[in-house]
């Protein structure tokens, strides 16, 4: 029971291709969201859902899809890769509360070429 | 724009050594401040969560302040170890998190 898991850990893919991040957690959590991690930026919110089939745009939205069928998963898909989106992503879960810990994944780290 | 500053950006420190990282924000109001650890390669974890109402929170040679009035908090860890090495990353909660850059620190022996 690994608690929130990512996969793939390392992904490399071309500049145009589709590409699908997976976020699995096992705490039932009603919260998870999706962060990249840049040099020279704090951590920035790109979607995140507060239930199965409730979601919604953070900071930084544009060129990612997200969906959440069941409570436990949360895919990110980059529909057609760019090299800006070479980065460090991070998923994490919460409870319901404002002040529940927020977990967070070991992180994907994606390289578009 | 960030919203939380953290300083300084990097430092070096001796094993036992103590150490004291800052943090500036200007998220307004928040519903609480959070600071995390995150090693190399890894995901952040938690290390205090404070509410506004707050002025200190420990865990272990851990301890976080806050003053609400300046939107200032700090990190002070105690006798520090070779283990500390990571990046400390200060986040406010409004109630979505706004991260700093954070502060890698490294431990020396």
């Known amino acids: 029971d690994a608690g929130i898991t990512q996969s793939p850990r390392y992904k490399i893919t071309e500049t145009g291709r589709q590409v699908t991040l997976m976020c699995h957690q096992t705490?039932?959590?009603?919260?998870m969201f999706w962060y990249r991690q840049d040099l020279g930026h704090g951590l920035r919110l790109i979607y995140y859902s507060a239930a199965a089939d409730i979601t919604d745009k953070g900071e930084v939205p544009d060129g990612y899809v997200v969906s959440r069928s069941k409570t436990e998963n949360f895919p990110l898909t980059l529909e057609s890769a760019t090299r800006s989106q070479t980065s460090v992503y991070f998923c994490?879960?919460?409870?319901?509360?404002?002040?529940?810990?927020?977990?967070f994944g070991p992180g994907t780290r994606l390289t578009v070429l | 724009k960030n919203q939380v500053e953290q300083s300084p950006q990097s430092l070096i420190i001796l094993e036992g050594k103590n150490c004291t990282l800052q943090?500036?924000?200007?998220?307004?109001?928040?519903?609480?401040l959070r600071w995390y650890k995150q090693d190399t390669g890894r995901g952040p974890v938690s290390l205090t969560i404070m509410t506004f109402s707050e002025n200190t929170k420990s865990n272990g040679r851990y301890t976080a302040t806050l003053d609400a009035d300046t939107k200032q908090s700090s990190l002070h860890i105690t006798a520090s170890q070779l283990s500390d090495s990571a990046s400390y990353i200060c986040v406010v909660s409004e109630p979505t998190l706004t991260f700093g850059k954070g502060t890698m620190l490294l431990v020396s022996p």
């Open positions: 994490a879960s919460r409870g319901n509360g404002l002040y529940n810990e927020q977990f």
């Open positions: 943090c500036n924000y200007t998220v307004s109001p928040f519903s609480n």
């Open positions: 705490w039932s959590h009603s919260y």
